[in-house]
């Protein structure tokens, strides 16, 4: 029973980035590589935040997520918008030109030390039983619960909501969104926005739950086999991406070798993408620029 | 095959003349004086300068194979620190194992490098753009993994160790003998890939690059192209780390992470993509930039008092740069090169007359 | 568009040799100083210069200063090689100091041979060409030890025990610890402990809890765990988390002290050979006052390794006299006797053949909720360290 937890845990927290690169690229077609040091920028902001309203979790957490999303728009408007019509390398080399930054930047501004955003807030980390005996964190419970929120929450706008049906077209036919009058400036800027967004709420989490240090980048990266098994531009497919990679990993550590559950999350995502090159759900596409 | 303005009394008459490397007596002999130069270089620069340089020309070869791949055949790779790591540890444990010397050890790598290219060139087949660069990201994961186990398993927790290569009896071991044979490797390289862009494969690559369906239907066999675009540059890779592994005398999974791989895309970006004197460009600026930020830092401020964020401030500067050269000069360092070559040979005019003396 | 071209920003740097004071001892350290494993060798370094500063205000050593210069390799091997060039053939250092990774060591070490110049470990783990018989220009003042800080543990452990015990192990997915743990693992049945498992965990770890999963179900009610800080104290996290009530001990890391606080655990123990700043020891309160002066950014309990490593190359350069070369100091290295004031359980001693020390002493201490601080657990043991 704890291994279904802890499958469900990890599930979750791959789930939660992984949405990040998703939606990104489904409406801009543009891989964020920076996804993973943008995560960690927003649980170095809560730092912040943290120690601004000291005693105010909540509005702390808030704070952290509102800059996060902020600055999911910034690096749309000042850094992608300038690559408008250059190849989709260049974009997505600029994204890996910025994570180096920022993980040099975060390294400069609060140092390489492991760091407890749990700590100001003056938040506790207890555990809760569940049936079977399996015991998971107030946190990571958290993380699940948003995860599931999140999710749902994208799949209706995406759907219903006016600016979700918009952001469709635009990922769907630029062109013919930009003729209909859609600012597709606007519309990859909310992308980012919330791209970033999902990915503060999986870096906040985590921090909460077991502390924030620069490895927060690379767990980033993790979770990119999750989103490409599914196909880089369905939800769904992220979903159950993660699931399969999550699980993987789990039952590795658990009955074979703990120091495959690294590479074999790669190894599935060759096997998929041989069978299907688009992921499992995603849409065949013209891959042919680069 | 540069692609700026010449001056007037440049003409080809021939197909030969048109494939030539250096065409004009200036660029041989200014690729002399800088054979020259880098051939006296030892004989003035302090052994720091020395080591440096060499390390250039390592970065050089590995920059050279990997704008093959992705500069000139398209193919996205992000992989590059596992290839690089995968011909170290093949010298490290045929030498460790067999004791083998350096003429069984550098091909060995090298075949190690091409069953690579085709193990992870193969998915290039069926996907394409960036969820090729991201499988090519499984290699660095993967080369890891088996270099750790092996570092474990059989006890060599701090690296293997290696000798340098000898030949009846004399190991190489001087500093300048090392910059001499590390030069020759890069001017082989440089040559090498210079040759497979002026024959077929060069022109095969450059249309795959531009439209892989047109190709297809040019009759140019897309699928092999690729595969050996993937083979040549994984050989040229593996062999440059069994050249780094000798170089060093030692091997590590450490000196491999995933940030080596972003460093050598970044070089052939900063260099400029679609040209091979771009990758030495590139390769030169990466490799010296740390030290330039060091030298600037320290010069600026109490250096040791800095000590402690400077490899902040190198990351942060290294993005920073990476991102300036894509927002501003996408050509890389090659395009800033031919602009200024143009700017002066132009001058004073501003632009090139439309019909008649065009390239 | 051309005046883009105009802005064309590429320094080379030129990399001109520090002024090297002639009249001085010159020694050089390469160090982490940034990079991933900074958090570890930066604050050494920086109290090294701390000392060194020090003794330079009081006039030196027989009125010479000592010149320390600092070169970062951000833990990479070929870095660290550059470094050692550089230092060995440009500054012409008598010392070289690594407080850096156990990749850069070979490297580094084969340019000191060449060069014929001792290199001293500070703050990096010790190789074992430093216990004896010991290489003739190799020393180490490090802490941590392989192998000698199992057997600590497992006999401390022994001794504490009320029950008996079923062990589990946690390494990092680095050969250093996985060989160590190993190691642990081969020493803990001849102690009368059964082996319940072994995890090794890969660094970039979102979660911990699988691996202290399989440590819980299998029913360890010890688990040891000597890896880098982050690995430990993931782990216990993990495991209490589960709501696991064992005993778990770790090496005492710089992180050590002021993690103790943080997670007010009972049940947790650290080993380590430096004794921790709550003992409050006048050298304790030295160190602090010239940290507070210096303004330094690291927490005061962090500067312990580089303290030590300061003391051990003032009695160096002492002993070797002026003018010193290499070879004296190797030879006055050779012989060293260093009092550490209270930080050690003991001098460190070198001898020809011993360049580890002579005897290695262990302290174990734990957070007592009751008294809400630090207690120590078990005062100095002492282990002789001995020709295999």
Redesign the interface.
């Known amino acids: 029973m704890?291994?279904a937890v802890?499958i469900l845990?990890?599930t979750a927290?791959?789930a939660l980035i992984a949405c990040g690169y998703v939606l990104i690229y489904r409406v801009s077609r543009v891989?964020n590589l920076a996804h993973g040091e943008l995560m960690m920028l927003s649980a170095y902001l809560l730092l912040w935040t943290a120690s601004l309203f000291a005693g105010h979790p909540l509005v702390a957490i808030a704070a952290a997520l509102g800059l996060s999303a902020l600055v999911g728009a910034l690096v749309y408007l000042f850094?992608l918008r300038?690559?408008t019509g250059?190849m989709?390398?260049?974009a997505?080399?600029?994204t890996?030109?910025?994570?180096?930054?920022?993980?040099?930047?975060t390294?400069?501004v609060w140092?390489?030390?492991?760091q407890?955003p749990a700590?100001p807030l003056g938040a506790s980390?207890s555990?809760l039983?569940l049936p079977g005996g399996a015991?998971?964190?107030v946190w990571?419970a958290l993380l699940v619960a948003t995860t599931l929120v999140v999710y749902a929450g994208l799949f209706a706008f995406l759907r219903l909501g006016r600016w979700g049906m918009r952001m469709r077209a635009a990922g769907q036919n630029p062109l013919l969104a930009a003729q209909r009058g859609i600012n597709l400036h606007a519309i990859y800027a909310l992308a980012w926005s919330l791209s970033t967004l999902t990915g503060a709420l999986a870096g906040i989490l985590?921090a909460l739950d077991?502390?924030l240090?620069?490895?927060m980048a690379?767990?980033g990266?993790?979770a990119?086999?999750a989103a490409?098994v599914g196909g880089?531009d369905s939800l769904a497919g992220a979903l159950l991406g993660a699931l399969m990679v999550a699980a993987t990993?789990?039952m590795l550590?658990?009955y074979v070798d703990?120091?495959?559950?690294?590479?074999v999350p790669?190894?599935l995502?060759?096997v998929v993408?041989?069978l299907r090159?688009?992921?499992l759900f995603g849409t065949r596409e013209e891959?042919?620029?680069? | 095959m540069s692609r700026r303005a010449r001056a007037s009394g440049y003409f080809r008459s021939s197909y030969g003349e048109d494939l030539t490397l250096l065409p004009t007596r200036l660029e041989r002999w200014a690729a002399v004086g800088l054979l020259v130069a880098l051939l006296g270089l030892p004989l003035v620069a302090s052994p720091f300068l020395i080591d440096l340089t060499a390390q250039v020309f390592l970065a050089v070869i590995g920059a050279l194979a990997l704008m093959l791949l992705t500069g000139y055949a398209g193919q996205v790779s992000l992989g590059h620190a596992g290839l690089l790591a995968a011909g170290a540890f093949t010298v490290g444990i045929l030498f460790k194992e067999f004791k083998a010397p350096f003429f069984l050890t550098l091909p060995a790598a090298a075949a190690v490098g091409a069953l690579l290219g085709v193990v992870f060139g193969l998915p290039s087949l069926r996907v394409r753009g960036l969820y090729l660069a991201v499988s090519t990201l499984a290699l660095n994961f993967l080369i890891a993994y088996l270099g750790g186990e092996y570092e474990t398993r059989r006890g060599f927790s701090t690296g293997i160790v290696v000798d340098p290569p000898s030949l009846a009896g004399h190991s190489l071991t001087n500093p300048k003998a090392w910059y001499l044979v590390l030069l020759a490797a890069a001017v082989l390289t440089l040559l090498l890939s210079a040759n497979l862009l002026r024959a077929r494969s060069g022109r095969a690559w450059a249309a795959i690059r531009a439209n892989e369906t047109v190709a297809e239907t040019l009759g140019i066999g897309v699928a092999s192209y690729k595969l050996l675009a993937f083979v040549l540059s994984s050989a040229l890779t593996a062999v440059a780390g069994a050249l780094f592994a000798y170089w060093r005398g030692f091997v590590s999974v450490e000196a491999f992470s995933l940030f080596l791989s972003i460093q050598y895309v970044a070089m052939i970006i900063i260099g400029g993509m679609g040209s091979l004197a771009g990758a030495i460009l590139g390769a030169v600026f990466v490799t010296l930039f740390p030290y330039a930020i060091e030298a600037g830092l320290s010069t600026l401020a109490r250096g040791t008092a800095y000590a402690g964020v400077l490899f902040a401030v190198n990351a942060a500067a290294f993005g920073a740069v990476m991102i300036a050269f894509l927002l501003l000069e996408p050509q890389g360092l090659i395009g800033l090169w031919r602009r200024l070559a143009t700017y002066f040979l132009l001058w004073p005019f501003r632009h090139r007359p439309l019909g008649g003396a065009r390239r | 568009m051309l005046s883009r071209t105009k802005i064309v920003a590429l320094t080379l740097g030129l990399l001109a040799p520090p002024a090297a004071a002639q009249d001085a001892y010159t020694i050089g350290l390469t160090g982490a100083l940034t990079g991933p494993p900074a958090s570890t060798y930066a604050p050494a370094a920086d109290a090294l210069r701390l000392y060194v500063d020090g003794v330079n205000a009081t006039g030196g050593i027989g009125g010479k200063k000592i010149n320390l210069i600092l070169q970062d390799d951000a833990a990479e091997p070929g870095k660290a090689t550059a470094n050692a060039k550089k230092l060995l053939g440009q500054d012409n250092v008598i010392l070289l100091l690594n407080a850096s990774l156990s990749s850069t060591f070979p490297p580094v070490v084969a340019e000191a041979k060449r060069a014929g110049v001792p290199v001293l470990f500070a703050s990096s783990v010790c190789p074992k060409e430093v216990y004896p018989p010991a290489d003739a220009l190799q020393f180490c003042s490090t802490a941590f030890a392989s192998t000698y800080d199992s057997r600590a543990t497992l006999g401390f452990i022994k001794e504490t025990a009320k029950e008996p015990v079923k062990i589990g192990f946690a390494a990092m997915a680095i050969p250093l610890s996985r060989a160590e743990m190993d190691f642990a693992e081969q020493q803990a049945p001849g102690l009368g402990m059964t082996v319940v498992g072994k995890e090794v965990i890969p660094p970039p770890t979102p979660d911990y809890t699988p691996f202290a999963t399989k440590l819980k179900d299998a029913g360890a009610n010890w688990v040891f765990s000597w890896a880098p800080w982050v690995t430990q104290v993931r782990t216990l996290e993990a495991l209490r988390r589960l709501d696991w009530k064992g005993n778990y001990i770790a090496w005492a890391h710089i992180e050590a002290e002021g993690e103790l606080a943080r997670l007010k655990d009972g049940s947790f123990y650290v080993i380590g050979a430096n004794a921790l700043f709550q003992d409050q020891l006048p050298i304790h309160k030295e160190i602090a006052e010239a940290a507070k002066k210096a303004k330094l950014t690291y927490p005061v309990e962090q500067l312990t390794e580089g303290w030590i490593a300061g003391m051990v190359v003032e009695a160096a350069l002492k002993a070797a006299g002026w003018p010193a070369t290499p070879e004296k100091v190797a030879a006055a290295l050779s012989t060293l006797k260093v009092d550490t004031k209270g930080l050690r359980g003991g001098p460190i001693e070198w001898t020809k053949d011993n360049h580890f020390r002579t005897q290695q002493y262990y302290r174990v201490y734990r957070w007592d909720p009751a008294k809400g601080s630090i207690v120590q657990v078990k005062d100095w043991t002492v282990f002789g360290v001995k020709s295999p």
């Open positions: 704890q291994l802890n845990v990890l927290i791959y891989l850094l300038k690559l250059e989709a390398l260049a997505v080399l600029t890996v030109a910025l994570g180096v930054l920022l993980r040099g930047a390294v400069l140092s390489a030390q492991q407890y700590q980390n555990t039983a015991r998971i964190s990571a985590m077991s502390g240090s620069q490895t690379i767990i990266l993790k990119f086999p490409l880089l990993e789990v550590i658990h703990p120091l495959l559950s690294e590479v790669f190894l995502l060759i993408l041989m090159p688009w992921g891959l042919d620029r680069v």
